[in-house]
T-cell receptor, first 114, second 115 residues
Framework: GDSVTQMEGPVTLSEEAFLTINCTYTATGYPSLFWYVQYPGEGLQLLLKATKADDKGSNKGFEATYRKETTSFHLEKGSVQVSDSAVYFCALSETVQGAQKLVFGQGTRLTINP | DAMVIQNPRYQVTQFGKPVTLSCSQTLNHNVMYWYQQKSSQAPKLLFHYYDKDFNNEADTPDNFQSRRPNTSFCFLDIRSPGLGDAAMYLC??????????????FGPGTRLLVL
C-alpha cells in the first residue's frame, strides 16, 4: 500500500534558523500531498497542500514542492519562530470508496528556542 | 465560526466499560472520519462515513463501532475498552471526494484514558 516516510525527530532549532523537514512517499498513482501541523493538545490543521507534480504549496512562510521524480514533498521555512513549535505530519491521499483516506508519516516534533 | 467540535475533550473510563465519544460539525460536509492517535504516533484511520454509507478499515477491531444519525453528528462507540485503547481520538470532515485533493478538517480530539 501507499506509505509516507518522514525525517525522524525531534528537531530543535534556534529562532530565525532555516528549517527543512524531509518527506518521501510511495504510491501507485499520483496522490495529493499534504502537510498538517499539530500544536500541543490540539487536533491537526492543514498547513499546505499540492495536488500535482511541480505544484508548490505555501502558507505562513512554509513551502513544499511536489517532486514526482524524487517522490518527495519536503517542508521548508526560511526563518522559524518560537510559535512554529509543533508536530508536523506529511500525508498523502488515496481514494477509498468515494472518500479520501489520508496516509500519514510518523510526524516530526519541532522545537524552536528563543 | 464553522468548525468540528468534539466532546468531551478528556474522557476517563474503566476497563471494559462502554464509552461513547461524540463529534459534530457545522461545515455540512458529506464525509466524516474517525482516527485513533496513540502517543507520539501518526493518526490511524478507523472508519469513515460517506453520507450514510459506513466504511470500516480492514484492521479496525470489532470493539469499535460508529453511528451517524444525521449529517452533523457522528459517534464513536468503544464497547469494551482495553488499556491499549487509551489514545487521542480525532474526528475529521471533508466535502465530497474531488480526486483526493480535498482538505480534511480536524476537531481538537478527545483524549481517552482507560483505568
Amino acid at each position: 500500500g501507499d506509505s509516507v516516510t518522514q525525517m525522524e525527530g525531534p528537531v530543535t532549532l534556534s529562532e530565525e534558523a532555516f528549517l527543512t523537514i524531509n518527506c518521501t512517499y510511495t504510491a501507485t498513482g499520483y496522490p495529493s500531498l499534504f502537510w498538517y501541523v499539530q500544536y500541543p493538545g490540539e487536533g491537526l490543521q492543514l498547513l499546505l497542500k499540492a495536488t500535482k507534480a511541480d505544484d508548490k504549496g505555501s502558507n505562513k512562510g512554509f513551502e513544499a514542492t511536489y517532486r514526482k521524480e524524487t517522490t518527495s514533498f519536503h517542508l521548508e521555512k526560511g526563518s522559524v519562530q518560537v510559535s512554529d513549535s509543533a508536530v508536523y505530519f506529511c500525508a498523502l491521499s488515496e481514494t477509498v470508496q468515494g472518500a479520501q483516506k489520508l496516509v500519514f508519516g510518523q510526524g516530526t516534533r519541532l522545537t524552536i528556542n528563543p | 465560526d464553522a468548525m468540528v467540535i468534539q466532546n468531551p475533550r478528556y474522557q476517563v473510563t474503566q476497563f471494559g466499560k462502554p464509552v461513547t465519544l461524540s463529534c459534530s460539525q457545522t461545515l455540512n460536509h458529506n464525509v466524516m472520519y474517525w482516527y485513533q492517535q496513540k502517543s507520539s504516533q501518526a493518526p490511524k484511520l478507523l472508519f469513515h462515513y460517506y453520507d450514510k454509507d459506513f466504511n470500516n478499515e480492514a484492521d479496525t477491531p470489532d470493539n469499535f463501532q460508529s453511528r451517524r444519525p444525521n449529517t452533523s453528528f457522528c459517534f464513536l462507540d468503544i464497547r469494551s475498552p482495553g488499556l491499549g485503547d487509551a489514545a487521542m481520538y480525532l474526528c475529521a470532515t471533508s466535502r465530497d471526494w474531488a480526486g483526493g485533493s480535498e482538505t480534511q478538517y480536524f476537531g481538537p480530539g478527545t483524549r481517552l484514558l482507560v483505568l
